[in-house]
């Protein structure tokens, strides 16, 4: 079985941007999460998606938002990119309980 | 909303020695308490989790203790090995799955 996908790998943004980032999850998997995840503040849950209806939402602005498609996939936006927001987000797909994690991508925003 | 302790933050031991990790919680309907490892440049890896209907868990040199009255729950790692060096997540999340809620990580460095 894959494990999660996640693309791209890496990222380099402006300041003011948007950026969408991707994550194919394990097949028959129905959640998936978002995390970002930085140096000072560990993994911080962003959304979970099931069955395409957010289920679960962060404390993170509006300037970001995801969607998940009937197949599971699922896609998160960051619309005007600000310094802060470079980090390496991953996203994990679960069935049960166990949350399997994808790779990550590591955005930079300059 | 859930919110999750862990402490130290970073943890030195000699090969061979224990480490313990804490974390509290302070949502009693939290009722699944799983813990992470993360190597370097690696993605988080599920080490050993517990529900709440469970006091402890146990699997080989890895040991979870979860104590629901005081809303907090341990990592025990015997015999370490340098192998055993990455940071450490805890997490709490209720309906167990849902809304995992992650400790900022201990960074813990088994020295030869």
């Known amino acids: 079985k894959a494990g999660v996908t996640q693309t791209p790998r890496y990222l380099i943004k402006t300041r003011g941007q948007q950026v969408t980032l991707s994550c194919s999850p394990i097949?028959?998997?129905?959640?998936v999460s978002w995390y970002q995840q930085t140096p000072g503040q560990g993994l911080q849950f962003l959304f979970e998606y099931f069955s395409e209806t957010q289920r679960n939402k962060g404390n993170f602005p509006g300037r970001f938002s995801g969607r998940q498609f009937s197949n599971s996939r699922s896609e998160m936006n960051v619309s005007t990119l600000e310094l802060g927001d470079s980090a390496l987000y991953l996203c994990?797909?679960?069935?049960?309980?166990?949350?399997?994690f994808g790779q990550g991508t590591r955005l930079t925003v300059v | 909303g859930e919110n999750v302790e862990q402490h130290p933050s970073t943890l030195s031991v000699q090969e061979g020695d224990s480490a313990v990790i804490k974390c509290t919680y302070s949502?009693?309907?939290?009722?699944?308490f799983p813990w992470y490892k993360q190597e370097l440049g690696k993605r988080p890896q599920l080490i050993i989790d517990?529900?709440?209907?469970?006091g402890e868990k146990k699997d080989q040199r890895i040991a979870v203790t979860l104590n629901k009255t005081a809303k907090h729950f341990s990592l025990h790692i015997t015999e370490t090995q340098p192998e055993d060096s990455a940071v450490y997540f805890c997490?709490?999340?209720?309906?167990?799955?849902?809304?995992?809620?992650f400790g900022p990580g201990t960074r813990l460095s088994v020295l030869p």
């Open positions: 097949s028959g998997h129905r959640s």
């Open positions: 517990i529900r709440s209907n469970v």
């Open positions: 949502d009693s309907a939290s009722n699944y």
């Open positions: 997490a709490a999340s209720f309906n167990y799955g849902q809304n995992f809620v």
């Open positions: 994990a797909s679960r069935f049960n309980t166990e949350a399997f």
